[in-house]
């Protein structure tokens, strides 16, 4: 006999999936000119699971669901806090975009709500096959959005190339998957921890062989050096907005797989060497590479690379402290990121004509307020104090001097000072250069604007007042089983 | 006699899996994965499977490979088309790690403790057990797995339909 | 029924042949089958573990590995058709920004 479903755990999830239906039906009603009704929906769709998900922190009494298959534990509604947050301003971004240069794709906002409701699968699943099928989940329709601009090939490139990637990498994961459950006999990771901690055999060799090979998996998924080789190319071929989607959640969801995989296997055996040398690694040479990218989204690419890279400093410390650095630093990262890409995206208003950083120059007296925006962005990647990224960084690092990793700290403060010359570069071209040709007008969008001035005073906020959101992400730290 | 049919079973897999890789004609490949995938078939009947065994072939051998076999004949490939990678390096590299990765697996496999056979558990074939551990433990897989599929043919459709207007 | 250990270790030999092609060959579509070649091999632990430990999970995810394949292959298929339609080729030596 079936026992009651615990079903208030999975609204969140379930708000998402509804959305995405209704957009697509609605989808079919439409005549292509009202289509903006979609992003409307949509929108809508993404606050309510924002407030389900708000809901859901004070959840009582029993937190798993589905024979323990699903939780909403603090980790998991903080990720998809930014699981949220990051769709809904990627849809901002893209609403003019998509009316502009695929105006018959309704399903547009269809696939990118799915792919975030495989995110948040991912964020609360308690079981590793879930986990799987929540990257799946997340990862189909972003082949797809990579590929969506069909007036131009590299965009189905993109896709290409990340589908094929994309699916090596999930064989790597299932592969740790099943050596994992069979030296387990179960992929339940409450039913692991209890199995360790109660002494009972198990075999160390697959434990330690899946681990590796899970961690090669969700690598790939969030770019870690040396499984990077697609995100440039992949982030330059797609759209900017689906970008500017991709380089947010996607990665915050595969850490989040990473920390619920690793503190089981942790007991077993102990890859904190890894991290340092994958996060040492990362770090370098994602910076390394992104000072000579002439491309803005090939210079994000790369620059994301290297956040990443901070993020795994994060991951080597673990403990608390470690967790919620990851966990704010993610919040940060996607904010600021994002906010960069819509400002890429306001630039290319006309066809994709401002890509390379030399065509920005003269921006500054052009557009000043978007000169400025981007400028203040830069700031907060390169982590310059007063931003929200400085606290990030300032956060991962303290922690990193903390549970004594000096060097971990000192390689990542001196990449944090290559990565500002370059994202200088940018300021320097819109302020102190010439432009080679007469600056065409761009018509600013609402939307654009809204997710324009909401990135720009959630970074500011968080620079000046980061008490609210570190409490909130020292919370997420707490991971439960 | 069990580990007979193994052996040849396993033969079979190797060999055609090898080819699968070796050929330069996308064809050859595709017919000879379905050898590969109906060998696997019969190792899950050895293992007592006999329903996976079943949808394997289904699935994979029948649905799945007929796809990739009606793609390859859409796309009505030109004989130039096909090769291996030409730089030495990178070849060089594949050949590496997959040695490196086979010794890696062996080692690891070859550490177990050695389980003797056991006899073919009849009652792993039943699917009564199989549904109820799908309705139950992993009701929500199944659910995520529909909503999966559902999006996987919304994207396929979106990549494949042409462009209108504009 | 052969020792668990035979099928692991056959399995460990497919999957590995499926990494070699994948990494070889610049055939879009012989890259995705070496990496069906790859899940089909994790399909034979998977289901050595379930007889083994008489568990039906291990069942239960070689059919969802199933369905995800299914989905992968209907969306790649339809990637690399795309692409083919344009450039008339799926080396992925012409594709420009396959450079990895």
Known sequence: MMPPINWPVIYPELAICITAFIVLIVDLFLPGRHKWVLSLISIFGVLVALQIVFMNFGLKGDTKAFFGMVVSDATGLYFKTIFCIGTLLAIFVSITYQRREFPEVGEFYTLMLLSTFGMMIMASALDLITIFLGLEMMSIPLYVLAGIYRGRYRSREAALKYFLLGAFASGFLLYGIALIYGAFGTTNITRIVELIADGKPYSPFFVGVGSVLVLIGLAFKAGVVPFHMWIPDVYEGAPAPVTAFMSAGPKAAAIVAILRIFVITTPVIDLTWVFWVLAVVTMTWGNILAINQNNIKRMLAYSSIAHVGYLLVAITVGGEEGVSSAAFYLLVYTIMNIGAFAIVVLFAEREEFYENISDYAGFGSRFPFAAITMTIFMASLGGIPGTAGFVGKFMIFSGAINHGFYWLAVIGVLNSLVSIYYYLRVVVAMYMRQPQTRLVDIAISPSLMIAIIITLLLVIQIGIFPDNWLSLAKQAASLAF | MANVIFYILAVIALTSALMVVTRKNAVTSAVYLIVTMCAIAGLFVQLGAVFIAALQIIIYAGAIMVLFLFVIMLLNLRKDEFGFDTRVFQRLFAGLLGIVLLVQLIMVVSRLPVVAGQPVDTEMGRVAPLATKFFTQYLYPFEIISVLLLAAIIGAVVIAKKKMGK | ?100
């Open chain 3, 1 to 100: 029924m052969a020792p668990l250990s035979y099928y692991l270790i056959l399995s460990a030999m497919l999957f590995t042949i499926g990494v070699w092609g994948v990494l070889r060959n610049r055939n879009a579509l012989i890259i995705f089958m070496s990496i069906e070649l790859m899940l089909n091999a994790v399909n034979i632990t998977l289901m050595a573990f379930s007889s083994f430990l008489k568990d039906f999970s291990g069942q239960v995810f070689v059919f969802l590995v199933m369905a995800i394949a299914a989905a992968e292959v209907a969306v790649g298929l339809a990637i690399i058709v795309s692409i083919f339609r344009v450039k008339e080729s799926i080396n992925v030596d012409d594709v420009n920004l396959m450079k990895w």
